[in-house]
């Protein structure tokens, strides 16, 4: 008997063991019958649901855990365990007084001596706090992760030896790639400029500072040049072995545009002042040289040979005198007589003035989205300027075939704000577009077009001062003008004027009723030069052939009282003209317009007597003001 | 004959305008700078001012101001090679303060004689 007392008390020494294992355990174990009842719980089951050990056992799954979840989350797995399978899965669930928890939990099969599997083991393992750490983790990274997708600095990761590892969005942006993937395994030198720079960049990562190497140009995925500010870090492993390189990258491409835009404008500024100066002391020297001249001129009998060289002495000082006079213009020395003009007119005429003398190769597009545009200029100094673009334009395009296009468009003054970052002086600006498809320039050249005297042309042919000029047409009216260019392919101007809706006075006093007849030989140019003096409160009558001429003289209630000829005129000659004015009954001021090469025609009219002003394109609204005033005095 | 005052700080212009004006028989003073011309001035003799506007000293629109106190039937014509006081220019400044005519340089001297003989014609005719 001792024997079995012995076994006896084995077992439940066994029992013992067994008993204070699993009821020590933190895991929730328990043992399911096939009706899904609890037939043996463990204490860290009890203490979980907060019962007694007596109260779960005999209690159904769908009793303890709601059979709503049992039978959605639970029967399905412990059925596929009963079939032989060890079943291991997470899930949470709430419990009493401890809330939501996550578990891990394990059926095994549970097989009766006789080798059937009457029971399961459940073990039930709390993984909360794993998962919550987890959670945690990865939602830091996800943080991150659209921290550095939305930053709006570009950042780059690379292998030590340049390869790039991956960059976010910012940075595709910048560098102008569709994706990523487009640049993963790229080398990083293939997009600095500068050959070697990156290497040089990279030696002086060694010591695992972060460093800034200032700004660096690169090129883009598509191969145009930018410039980035650039930062980087090396990151070691715990060997201290470099293991990938951080780089950000701003672009300071706008920044440094800006900067650029400043520098030029004040290096503008400078010239402007210096040839501002020049030309006054050169008009000085002019003045004596014509002064002498004429006293020569006066000397001499009109048939002399030398009259004929005195007349070139002043034809060369009238040319001195244009040029003085645009060198003024650059400087923003010359006061402007402003009125009231729509930019539409004056375009509109340009453009129809250089279609008559462009070749049939190059076609002119102009797309006007507005057709009321007031802005307070003269007239022919914004003439002078889309003449200029339009001849450029031209000029540019050699001998190929293309397209020059002009557009006309409103801007509010805020964006032109944003846009040119610079103060404005009206709600709303007209942008004057003019693109041409000609051999374009690179940006050393760009940086220089609008100083004087700088050109592309060979020596003697063009001064240079024509976009200098503009410019100081252009920014003396509280504008702007830009330009983009790219070799091969053509230039783009942009002018900004400030769009006036609101009625200015002339500075002048005008003569209201008083009426001036035009002669002219282009239509385009002079239509804009008697919009001005419309304008400018003159009654204009326009004047082609003879036939009207004559009538509108003779007729005393008709007759003008004045008459502007520009010389080119074709359908009235000099010598009609002189026949007219030379009738003695006909006395009309008249003032005549030269080009700035003098004519036979232009000496002939002059010596006629008819002439009391006599002024040499281009003309400001101004001087032919003054010059009627003069001539009507 | 009538007397011409010309303040002028270019030497050669200034000897042109002289030469000029002496030819056609008139009186001509002269004066370096506009201070010059406004201490130095005889109204007596001088009827007429010819004077730049951008020198040293005292400028061209002090010349006509300090000019025209002194003697109010004075006539006066500015001259000027160009430059901007503000947003006028000089000339459209004189004319303002009562120049009797202005001239942008380079001027026609003709064309300037005829003016100061019709000025000064009218002045005789009162």
Redesign the interface.
Known sequence: MSGNDDYTRYLAREKYFSDQIVNNSRSMISIINRNYVYEKVNTAFCDAQKGMEGSIIGKSLGDVWGHETFNARIKPNIDRCFEGATVRYEASFTIPQAGKRFFEVIFRPFPAESGEITHLLAETFDITDLKLTEKFASDKEEEFRRFETNLPIGFLRCKPDGMIIHANRAFLMIMDCIEESSIQNADLRDYYSEKGLLDFHLEQLKDHKPKTFGRVPLKTCKNNDIVCRISAFMTADEAGNPSYIDFSFEDSSRELMLENRLLQAQKLETIGALAGGIAHDFNNILATISGYSELLQNDLPRTSPSADNVAKIMAAVSKARSLTNQMLTFSRQVEQEKVSVNVYDVLKETIGFVRSAVPSYIKIKSSFRVRNVPVFADPTQLFRVFLNLMTNAIQSMEERPGTISASLALVKGKNVQKELNKDIVADEYVLVTVKDMGKGMDPSLLRRIFEPFFTTREVGKGSGLGLSVVHGIVTEMGGEIMVSSKINEGSVFYIYLPVSREYEPLSVITGKNKRILFITGNKHESRILSLALESAGYEITLSSDMDHLNKIVTDTKKRPDLIIYMIEAEQIRTDDLIGILSKQDIRIPCIIIADSNQTAEEEKLVNSGIVNQHLIKPVSLREIINAIQVSMS | MPGILIVED?N??R???K??LT?RKFTVLEAENGKDAIIHFKPAVTDLVITDL?MPEEDGLKVIMRLRELKPSIKIIA?S????AG???YL?LAKALGADAVY???????EMIMKIEELLVIEQDM
Do not use: H, Q, T, Y
Request: aromatic share 4%; glycine share 12%.
């Open positions: 270019e050669d212009l000897e042109m305008l030469v000029s030819r951008i001259i090679g160009g430059g901007k947003p006028a220019s459209n942008s340089k380079p001027f026609s001297v003709n």
